[in-house]
């Protein structure tokens, strides 16, 4: 049974950092190309990071300013979000997901809440 279990959330005041994780089961995990993505209240789901096999192609979006890294542990079936100098607008739940198409596994998601 495929399960993606992320961690790591919480609140945090803008400009502080977090770290995500989300441990995988049941799949090959070191196969797959894993994402990142985060869904803001009344707004809709968008990908935050991606990572490919092997970690060989590795992407964040333009929005994410630098500010955010994804990462890999092969060892571990996990896969990392690091995001620094949080903004209040980023406040979303986030989710980890792989697969295309109809063959696509999400994670239940974490809250991630940015305010002073």
């Known amino acids: 049974q495929v399960q993606l279990v992320e961690s790591g959330g919480g609140w945090v005041q803008p400009g502080g950092s977090l770290r995500l994780a989300c441990t995988a089961s049941g799949f090959t995990f070191l196969n797959q190309t894993m994402r990142w993505y985060r869904q803001a209240p009344g707004k809709e789901r968008e990908l935050v990071a991606a990572i490919g096999s092997g970690s060989t192609l590795t992407g964040t979006m333009d929005f994410t300013e630098g500010r955010f890294a994804i990462s890999r542990d092969d060892a571990k079936n996990t896969v990392y979000l690091q995001m620094n100098s949080l903004k209040p607008g980023e406040t979303a739940t986030y989710y980890c997901?792989?697969?295309?198409?109809?063959?696509?596994?999400w994670g239940r998601g974490i809250q991630v809440t940015v305010c002073s």
């Open positions: 997901q792989f697969g295309l198409g109809y063959n696509v596994n």
